[in-house]
Each structure stands twice: as C-alpha cells, then as structure tokens.
C-alpha cells in the first residue's frame, strides 16, 4: 500500500518496491494524481510477459466512481477501507478483483456474501493474528488480508494464523520518506518478501 505526495513521489516508490521483490502493488486514491501514477506504472510494466510481473491496483477507494476511473486507467485489483456493495458491484461489472475492508463478522460476511474476493481486515493494528481463527470460526471460506499493524516481526504471525495474504504500508516506506533515500525502500520491501516466502512458498 502505497501512498506518495505526487505522482512521481508514488511512481518511485512503487519501482523501488518492486526492486525489491514485491510484485503486487496498491496505489491509494489520498495520494494526489493516484490514477496518472496508476496508468504510468500499468504502461511501464505492461511490456512484462513473465510470472512475477507487476500487478498494479488502486487502494483507498470510497465509492464506485472512483472505483471506475481507476480501472479504466488499468488498475487490476481495488481495495478499499470499508465495505461499500456499490464498489464491489462496480468492480464486478468489469470483473476485476475486489478487497473491501471489514471489522465486524457480519460485516465479513455481507462481503463475502456480494461477491467479494478477499476481505481487508482493517485496522489490523486493533487485532491480534488470532483474530483470523475467531473470524475463520464461522466462515471458514473467508479469504483474509490484515493490513495496518503489519510489520517485520509480526508478519509470520499474521501468516501463522491463516491470514490469506498481508497488507504493507508505512512501514515500508517510512524511513525513506524520513531520509529521502528511496533506495531504503527496496531493502525493507526485500526483507518483507524474505519474511513471507516461506509462507506462500505452494500457493
């Protein structure tokens, strides 16, 4: 998850996360020009045929329209903060993957139960990683993605615990943005997906 003050400023820090072995790579709407970063990165990538090219996707999406002006600008996935039915709809219309964020179980389920791929547990910094298994309880179908609060020593945990995949934000770029050394956030981008290799290893 990345968010940037510009449009360059989130370009760079994408292509240093990828640098890094990331391969999956959300561009929040709070960042200003979010969708002409979004078309700069799906251009720049496009030309990859390979299995591990960039996915380039859009986070912090509030509504449908918004969830339309980012596909239409080549986003492959939409995230967003909470669960909006219209946006999941919207992403269905143009079959891209959606991640609607959810706290609650009925929350959980009413996603899963339009239709939505993966549910965005967030904040993950109000839970522990055993939230997954009470969550998992009664829907066990439930693809998860804890995001906020995800973090080098709690990663194996989160995994651990049954999460489906992990969301990574500040903490990824934070220091950089500190010291203005992007280069930091392709090293902590590779200890992240060292961190996670051993978990996604058959998937």
Not at 77 to 106: D, L, N, W
Not at 181 to 192: M, T, V
């Amino acid at each position: 998850m990345l968010r940037g003050k510009s449009t360059e400023d989130v370009a760079a820090m994408a292509e240093q996360s990828i640098a890094g072995g990331v391969r999956i790579i959300e561009v929040t709407m709070t960042t200003p020009g979010a969708l002409q970063a979004i078309r700069m990165l799906v251009d720049k990538y496009s030309q990859d045929q390979s299995e591990h090219r960039p996915i380039i996707g859009v986070g912090t999406v509030l509504d449908e329209v918004t969830a339309r002006l980012a596909i239409l600008e080549g986003a492959e996935f939409v995230v967003s903060p909470a669960f909006q039915p219209e946006v999941v709809k919207m992403c269905h219309r143009y079959r891209v993957p959606v991640m609607p964020g959810v706290v609650t179980i009925a929350e959980a389920q009413a996603a899963m139960e339009s239709g939505a791929d993966i549910v965005k547990l967030f904040p993950g910094s109000m839970f522990k990683p055993s939230i997954i298994k009470t969550l998992k309880g009664p829907l066990p179908q439930l693809n998860i993605m804890p995001t906020g609060g995800v973090n080098l020593d709690n990663i194996g945990e989160w995994f651990k615990a049954g999460a489906f995949a992990v969301g990574i934000g500040s903490d990824l770029t934070s220091e950089a943005e500190k010291t203005g050394n992007y280069g930091l956030i392709s090293e902590r981008a590779k200890a992240y997906t060292e961190a996670a290799a051993p978990y996604l290893q058959n998937r």
